[in-house]
């Protein structure tokens, strides 16, 4: 005999909720972090949860033991702006850095007074009589021993997006955004600049330059071009272009910057935590001063 009523649901259909199934697959509860990861192991293999929700909810889990000082930029990679500089001074530092928020100091970089976004700078443009002090936000300080659970919590309840690390001392330590944080769950957040390792660390672009990953092997980089690259010190020795570059000009490059090395001259894309992503490389032009 036909059901007489065919769109009803099934009684065998299986109406558990995601969660109720994956609650009652590792019920009872494992006894240690090693032992949860285990079981979502199991649990992807039978087809309780697919490998994304696997990686996602096993980052949680892992996120729970991390703190403030395992994401953050140390304060030697932070980017400050002075409240006492020039507004064009201000302007180029926020175009070359590519940043939407900055810390802003007074005096000393330890004396950090609040956060600028970027896009406030437009107002002092149009209203010049503006004082930069009345467009900055409070700063949020957070110890190095903040769990991220709890940082990414304070981060909703009081719509930040950025703290600054303080250690046991009170000296600033690093700075957090949220999106550190986020990362530690759903993994690197892409933009624009960031190209699948697939793609290769070196390639040709339209208008006959290079772009090259900030962390392509020197050797490779020197292969490719054809050119001999070595550090100005004998003593001091890079595995990375990156870091060659950035030891070159004595301090963290930023986007922008330049610098020419065994008739290369290298031009920085894209620059984040305190590292160099991109170059832009081509060769450089007759009579070009070397990077210092």
Do not use: C
Not at 123 to 138: D, G
Not at 170 to 195: H, K, N, P, S
Request: charged share 30%; aromatic share 6%.
């Amino acid at each position: 005999m036909s059901d007489p009523y065919p769109g009803r649901p099934s009684d065998k259909e299986d109406k558990r909720t995601f969660l109720q199934k994956l609650v009652e697959f590792i019920h009872p509860g494992p006894d240690s972090t090693d032992e949860l990861i285990a079981t979502l192991a199991e649990a992807e293999t039978n087809d309780v949860i697919n490998a994304d929700a696997r990686v996602m909810l096993e980052r949680v889990i892992r996120m729970a033991e991390m703190t403030a000082s395992d994401v953050m930029v140390p304060a030697t990679r932070m980017d400050l702006l002075d409240i006492g500089a020039p507004l064009e001074t201000l302007v180029n530092q926020v175009i070359d850095t590519a940043h939407s928020r900055f810390p802003v100091y007074q005096d000393e970089r330890e004396n950090i007074i609040g956060i600028l976004l970027a896009k406030d700078l437009l107002k002092l443009r149009r209203a010049p009589e503006l004082n930069i002090r009345a467009l900055l936000r409070t700063a949020v300080f957070v110890p190095e021993s903040k769990g991220l659970n709890d940082l990414l919590r304070d981060f909703r309840s009081t719509r930040s997006h950025m703290a600054v690390v303080i250690d046991e001392f009170g000296r600033v330590a690093g700075l957090v955004t949220i999106e550190d944080v986020l990362e530690q769950i759903v993994g690197e957040i892409e933009d624009e600049f960031d190209i699948p390792e697939d793609e290769g660390d070196i390639f040709g672009l339209a208008d006959q330059t290079w772009r090259v990953s900030g962390d392509t092997p020197v050797e490779r980089v020197a292969e490719a071009f054809g050119v001999t690259l070595h550090s100005s010190d004998p003593d001091e020795e890079f595995d990375t272009i990156g870091g060659l570059i950035t030891h070159e000009l004595g301090h963290t490059p930023h986007k922008g910057e330049q610098a020419v090395l065994g008739g290369l001259q290298f031009v920085v894309l894209h620059a984040k935590g305190g590292a160099v992503r991109w170059f832009k490389v081509s060769p450089a032009a007759e009579g070009a001063v070397p990077a210092a």
